[in-house]
């Protein structure tokens, strides 16, 4: 009777161990899929914020509220490829095309790096950090 109650508990234990270690965070999971980045995400900055929506349909709006300027919106459409990390945006009244790095993409973060090539090279900007608001 001893044997099969240490039986047991070492059982219990065994199997609580192992839910333990191979249970993870979902949010913090790196994502590499273009339906990651599907909803609503909020990038602060000093004297303001930007909302960029990526619909499901491959288009979206950027709405910016700037307290020392003036606020403005955007819709367009988009096109993330993975393999490169490259995200892309089709400006629809604008009619300009902006490209991202996707540092990183998790359930909650966002993380782009905008960058041009013009005649001197490749020209970057410091990466922005956007946080999943929907």
Not at 70 to 93: C, G, I, M, Q, R
């Amino acid at each position: 009777m001893k044997k099969l109650i240490s039986f047991l508990t070492a059982s219990i234990l065994w199997f609580g161990l192992s839910v333990s270690i191979t249970s993870c965070d979902k949010d913090n999971e790196e994502s590499t899929d273009s339906a990651s980045l599907i909803g609503t995400w909020r990038h602060d900055f000093s004297s303001g914020y930007q909302l960029m929506t990526f619909n499901s349909n491959f288009h979206g709006s950027i709405y910016e509220v700037d307290y020392a300027a003036h606020n403005w919106s955007d819709s367009f459409t988009w096109k993330y490829t993975p393999a490169s990390s490259d995200l892309v945006l089709f400006s629809d009244e604008e009619h300009e095309v902006e490209t991202y790095k996707v540092i990183l993409l998790t359930n909650d973060v966002l993380i782009l790096q905008y960058y041009v090539y013009d005649e001197y090279g490749k020209d970057e900007d410091e990466p922005d950090t956007w946080y999943r608001v929907e």
